[in-house]
């Protein structure tokens, strides 16, 4: 597809499981971001990669959340032992150039909104 | 410390007419971008507007245009001509990491 793709786009779970986000950036993007976008709030930043290497991951709320992106393409967002105040939005977005660039603009997801029971 | 503040949470417009949203942001750093974000209720943020730190004209796309004061750091969104389908979220932003809290905008026929 042309634009940024995120699934699930809603998913239920029950405290204590473990889940798993995916996201698969614009082709040939180089950089991919994770935010966490509580209701009513920002998105906040969790992490980025720049292809395959995850340059800042100091947005992770606890060592309970895990991110991934093996090949430098799809990336997947992990949070084990889910509690409740995990219930949020999960937007990923992606950057042609090499991240952290103060003049390039994002490219969004739809984003998967996690609840958590 | 890197911040963005919205202090309007709602904001309504008459449809045809402009609107204005606020946007303040506190940094140290002499290069960095800020941008504005439209959030409808689908949920993808859409980019709208760019301005970087050492552009000296404000920067326009359409019906949008960013007022940039630097030396108050505030970054402010204009909409003119007011759509119905503007309807939304709008965040404004730093850099690549850091985001306000939103404007929500409703447009009224």
């Known amino acids: 597809g042309a634009g940024v793709s995120q699934s699930p786009r809603y998913k239920v779970a029950k405290r204590g499981q473990d889940v798993a986000l995916r996201c698969d950036p614009i082709s040939g993007h180089v950089s991919l971001f994770w935010y966490q976008q509580a209701l009513g709030q920002g998105p906040e930043f969790l992490t980025y990669?720049?292809?395959?290497?995850?340059?800042?991951k100091s947005g992770l709320p606890s060592d309970r959340f895990f991110a991934e992106r093996p090949e430098g393409s799809v990336s997947t967002l992990k949070i084990q032992r889910t509690q409740q105040e995990d219930s949020a939005v999960y937007l990923c977005a992606s950057s042609p150039g090499q991240g952290g660039q103060t003049n390039e603009k994002l490219f969004f997801g739809s984003g998967t909104q996690l609840s958590v029971l | 410390a890197q911040k963005i503040t919205q202090t309007q949470p709602g904001m309504f417009v008459q449809e045809k007419e402009a609107v204005t949203l606020d946007c303040t942001y506190d940094t140290s750093d002499q290069s960095y971008g800020l941008f504005w974000y439209k959030q409808p209720s689908s949920g993808e943020m859409i980019f709208l507007i760019y301005q970087g730190s050492y552009d000296e004209q404000n920067a326009t796309e359409g019906r949008y245009s960013l007022n940039f004061q630097k030396a108050r750091k505030s970054a402010n969104l204009v909409i003119s001509a007011s759509q119905l389908g503007d309807s939304a979220m709008y965040f404004c932003?730093?850099?690549?990491?850091?985001f306000g809290t939103g404007t929500s905008l409703t447009v009224i026929p």
């Open positions: 932003a730093m850099n690549q990491f850091y």
């Open positions: 990669f720049q292809n395959e290497a995850q340059l800042d």
